[in-house]
């Protein structure tokens, strides 16, 4: 029970720190030396060398976010801004807002696409975005720029767009469900995150490696987990 709170109290703590800044979590490369890892690995560096826009997917919870900010931390984009955005927490006049600004009486609130100028924004949940949010996005990529939501400049498209989801966009597109322009676009570098289950014999190195992350941020001491309790979390799907 101590070490669930210990856990969550780090959780919250780092998610408020998160908010503050205005920023990403840290960003780390994924952990493991399975070969599934070590492939992902290599695969992030050579498409992290180009500019060219990334589909990453994966079940939840196999590190595709952790995935697409190593990306953006191995990029020539690396010194700009990291921007997420959450699709499914968007829709409709909102989502125009969020992704592409508003100017409204004489005020200019940017949007995600805008303060991303320069650097990569990671798309979450990209086949939750709703259709005249897919329409507006495909419009913007075909033109190269786009213009605030009450606007009149055009504003130019200079993003590393790194799509994050548990679909197939294609078959989605396929049956009428997410736009198909707008799923080519997306998916010019397709990349793949297995699920733990498939490289298992990384969970005695990724225990070892949060157990560290918490000792270094909280001041803990240092808690060993046996080969026991190791291997029945290896044998757990």
Same mark, same amino acid.
């Given at each position: 029970?101590?070490?669930?709170a210990?856990?969550? &109290?780090?959780?919250?703590? &780092?998610?408020?720190?998160?908010?503050?800044?205005?920023?990403?979590?840290?960003?780390?490369?994924?952990?493991?030396?399975s %070969?599934?890892m070590?492939?992902?690995?290599? *695969?992030?560096?050579?498409?992290?060398a180009?500019?060219?826009?990334?589909?990453?997917?994966?079940?939840?919870?196999? #590190?595709?976010?952790?995935?697409?900010? @190593?990306? @953006?931390?191995?990029?020539?984009r690396?010194?700009?801004?990291?921007?997420?955005?959450a699709?499914?927490t968007?829709?409709?006049?909102?989502?125009?807002?969020?992704?592409?600004? *508003?100017?409204?009486?004489?005020?200019?609130t940017? #949007?995600?696409?805008e303060?991303?100028?320069?650097?990569?924004?990671?798309?979450?949940?990209?086949?939750?975005?709703d #259709?005249?949010?897919?329409? =507006?996005?495909?419009?913007?990529?075909? %033109?190269?720029?786009?213009? =605030?939501?009450?606007?009149? *400049? =055009?504003?130019?498209?200079?993003? /590393?767009?790194?799509?994050?989801?548990?679909?197939?966009?294609?078959?989605?597109?396929?049956? #009428?469900?997410?736009? &198909?322009?707008?799923? +080519?676009?997306?998916?010019?570098?397709?990349?793949?995150?297995?699920?733990?289950?498939? @490289?298992?014999?990384?969970?005695?190195?990724?225990? %070892?490696? +949060?157990?560290? /992350?918490?000792?270094?941020?909280?001041?803990?001491d +240092?808690? /060993?987990?046996t080969?026991?309790? &190791?291997?029945?979390?290896?044998? @757990?799907?």
């Open positions: 029970g101590k070490l669930i210990t856990v969550g &109290q780090a959780l919250q703590q &780092q998610m408020a720190a998160t908010a503050e800044a205005g920023g990403s979590s840290t960003i780390i490369e994924p952990v493991g030396r %070969a599934a070590r492939n992902l690995r290599e *695969q992030a560096e050579r498409v992290a180009s500019d060219s826009w990334v589909l990453i997917t994966g079940e939840p919870g196999s #590190g595709r976010k952790c995935l697409a900010r @190593h990306i @953006h931390q191995l990029s020539p690396c010194s700009g801004p990291l921007v997420e955005v699709a499914g968007i829709a409709g006049q909102s989502a125009a807002e969020e992704l592409f600004g *508003q100017e409204e009486g004489g005020r200019v940017p #949007g995600r696409l303060s991303a100028a320069g650097g990569t924004l990671i798309l979450d949940g990209a086949m939750d975005l #259709g005249e949010a897919q329409t =507006r996005l495909a419009s913007a990529i075909d %033109a190269g720029g786009f213009q =605030r939501v009450g606007g009149a *400049q =055009r504003i130019p498209l200079d993003v /590393r767009m790194i799509a994050v989801t548990r679909h197939d966009l294609a078959a989605e597109a396929v049956t #009428g469900r997410f736009r &198909q322009d707008l799923a +080519y676009a997306l998916s010019v570098i397709p990349m793949s995150v297995p699920p733990l289950r498939e @490289h298992a014999e990384d969970i005695p190195e990724l225990v %070892a490696f +949060y157990v560290d /992350r918490l000792v270094d941020a909280e001041q803990l +240092y808690r /060993r987990f080969v026991a309790a &190791q291997n029945r979390l290896r044998n @757990h799907d």
